[in-house]
């Protein structure tokens, strides 16, 4: 339940997929923040990859750059995700 007492509608990770990114950069609203943080909390899968995003967004931003080879992987590594996307 929120803290109004209402019951939050439930996500599912084909929306969680679609609004990951804009999520981890803060920039959907808070109703589905709020519901996608949920579901990431309860969703392994899901779980899984806004932490590998997360790791991804923070060795950028710390690097500034990215280097050829990285550039690649992180290519493979958007392919492979998108081929277990449920629907794809």
């Given at each position: 339940?929120?803290?109004?007492g209402r019951?939050?509608?439930?996500?599912g990770?084909m929306r969680?997929?679609?609004?990951?990114?804009?999520?981890?950069d803060?920039?959907?609203?808070?109703?589905?923040a709020?519901?996608?943080?949920g579901?990431?909390?309860?969703?392994?899968?899901?779980?899984?990859?806004a932490?590998?995003?997360?790791?991804?967004k923070?060795?950028?931003?710390?690097?500034?750059?990215?280097?050829?080879?990285?550039r690649?992987r992180l290519?493979?590594?958007?392919?492979?995700?998108?081929?277990?996307?449920?629907g794809?």
């Amino acid at each position: 339940m929120s803290i109004h007492g209402r019951r939050e509608a439930r996500i599912g990770c084909m929306r969680v997929a679609r609004v990951l990114q804009a999520y981890l950069d803060g920039e959907i609203d808070e109703v589905t923040a709020r519901r996608v943080s949920g579901h990431l909390d309860g969703c392994r899968r899901c779980g899984m990859k806004a932490h590998t995003y997360r790791a991804i967004k923070d060795s950028i931003a710390r690097t500034g750059s990215l280097d050829e080879l990285a550039r690649r992987r992180l290519e493979e590594f958007a392919q492979r995700v998108s081929s277990l996307e449920p629907g794809a």
